[in-house]
């Protein structure tokens, strides 16, 4: 019988999936202890720093997580950082496999004059910032103006227009940051615009969540109907099924009819971001148009157009996404998720993505190495094990509870830590 250590480094969706696969493929001839290492002092990745908070039910999945976590074979490694506090090189030295599962955390650029003035943020800062990411708790995000832009036509768009259009107490019941809650009450933001720079086909945004904008239920959705119909005819007699499916629901979108509600979220399509303009600060975003070039006040523009994974010492990276094939690196390093496939695919994507990599890692096995594990190389860093962690978990569902919110999170390192007794 072989019992094999593996490493996950990234305890996102990408890498309890990858855990999960291996306890799947364990028989009585080949055993896995998994130990996985995590830089926050939290684990679940995006689906506690990225999904939208006002999706809990796409948050139901970590239930899945604590489930694979639960295994007598599975430990924690969180608060510890690949670079500062240990190295792949050391990784790959000590476990028979290493799995990168780090995700995509930066924000693509659009490239455009002006970005880098106040109040143009990437979806990549302003997500962590609602959903209490640490390192974002002090992120300067002015909500003074009555008009925000978003740029792109994902669901990442979708998830950050949503937000700043909801009306704020619509947040209370859920896991928002205490902070941003706060600002966005006392936000000035009526206006927001979500700007596609094709066609309404050609949109990235999932039925779904297009389906369930005319039930909120204090903003006024808007499409522009010609913007629509002129796709449906470009599209033909038969279109792919999720195009006529988000096609069916744009038509709803742009059917509905409007209230006299103060806050509106409005299509723009065929709009190519050209310029954003301001001298101190955001004042505007110029578009190039079928109809020639159209300005747009605004105090805000995120820009929700894509990720890419950031660079880590000893990993080969292009293009935004770890050089692999089919998720093999090199020796024994394995990639799986954003950092492997780039940034496509919801949740449920990483699990089919990281069954299969598992499967090419199990064949690729020979003897195990035996020659211990990481737990000897963190004897000076405050790691945030899986006990910890069910404290950390308790205390802010706790917290929660008396405000009927599933959570309250914590947002600063310290705090988690005090959480954990550490
Ligand atoms: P995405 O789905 O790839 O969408 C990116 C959007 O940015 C596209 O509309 C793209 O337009 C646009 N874009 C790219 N470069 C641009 C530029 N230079 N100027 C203007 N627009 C530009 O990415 P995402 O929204 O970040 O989402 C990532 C993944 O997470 C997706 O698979 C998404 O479905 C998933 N996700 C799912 C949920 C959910 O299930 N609720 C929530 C959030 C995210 P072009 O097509 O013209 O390039």
Same mark, same amino acid.
């Given at each position: 019988?072989?019992?094999? @250590?593996?490493? =996950?480094? +990234?305890? #996102?969706?990408? *890498?309890?999936?990858? !855990? ?6 364990? /028989? ?80 693509? @650029?659009?490239? =455009?004059? +002006?970005? #880098?003035?106040? *109040?143009?943020?990437? !979806? ?6 609602? /959903? ?291």
């Amino acid at each position: 019988m072989s019992n094999f @250590k593996v490493v =996950i480094v +990234g305890a #996102g969706p990408a *890498g309890y999936f990858a !855990a999960q696969a291996l306890q799947n493929l364990a /028989n009585d001839d080949c055993t896995f202890e998994i130990d996985m290492i995590e830089r926050l002092p939290t684990p679940w990745g995006l689906v506690r720093s990225g999904v939208a908070p006002d999706h809990p039910k796409i948050k139901t999945v970590s239930k899945v997580f604590e489930k694979i976590a639960s295994h007598e074979n599975f430990r924690l490694f969180a608060n510890v950082e690949i670079g500062s506090d240990i190295s792949i090189a050391q990784l790959q030295e000590k476990y028979d496999a290493v799995i990168i599962a780090t995700g995509s955390s930066l924000g693509k @650029k659009l490239g =455009i004059p +002006g970005e #880098g003035l106040r *109040g143009s943020l990437s !979806a990549a800062t302003f997500v962590p910032w609602y /959903n209490a990411h640490p390192d974002f708790v002090g992120v300067d995000t002015p909500l003074d103006a009555d008009t925000a832009v978003v740029i792109g036509a994902g669901n990442v768009a979708m998830d950050v227009a949503r937000m700043l259009a909801l009306e704020p107490s619509e947040l209370d019941p859920t896991d928002t940051a205490d902070h941003a809650i706060e600002a966005f009450k006392k936000s000035n933001i009526r206006k927001v615009y979500i700007s596609a720079r094709r066609g309404p086909e050609y949109a990235a945004f999932t039925s779904p969540e297009l389906r369930e904008l005319p039930k909120l239920e204090h903003t006024n959705v808007i499409m522009d109907k010609g913007d629509i119909e002129a796709a449906i005819v470009r599209t033909g007699d038969e279109p792919e099924k999720e195009v006529k499916s988000n096609l069916d629901a744009m038509l709803l979108i742009a059917e509905n009819p409007k209230s006299e509600h103060e806050r509106t979220m409005q299509f723009l399509f065929q709009h190519t971001p050209k310029e954003i303009i301001g001298t101190d600060r955001v004042e505007g975003v110029v578009f190039s148009t079928p109809n020639g070039d159209v300005t747009i006040k605004c105090g805000l523009v995120i820009t929700a157009i894509g990720y890419q994974a950031h660079g880590i010492e000893g990993i080969p990276f292009k293009n935004g996404k770890v050089v692999n094939n089919d998720g093999r690196v090199n020796e024994n390093l394995y990639v799986v998720g954003w950092a492997k496939r780039g940034p496509s695919g919801v949740i449920g994507t990483n699990k089919s993505d990281a069954a299969a990599v598992m499967q090419l890692l199990v064949e690729d096995l020979k003897s195990p190495k035996n020659v211990g594990d990481i737990s000897v190389l963190l004897t000076h860093q405050i790691v945030v094990s899986r006990d910890h962690w069910k404290k950390i978990n308790e205390a802010e569902v706790a917290a929660g509870e008396p405000h009927g919110k599933p959570r309250k999170k914590s947002v600063t390192r310290e705090e988690l830590l005090k959480h954990a007794d550490l």
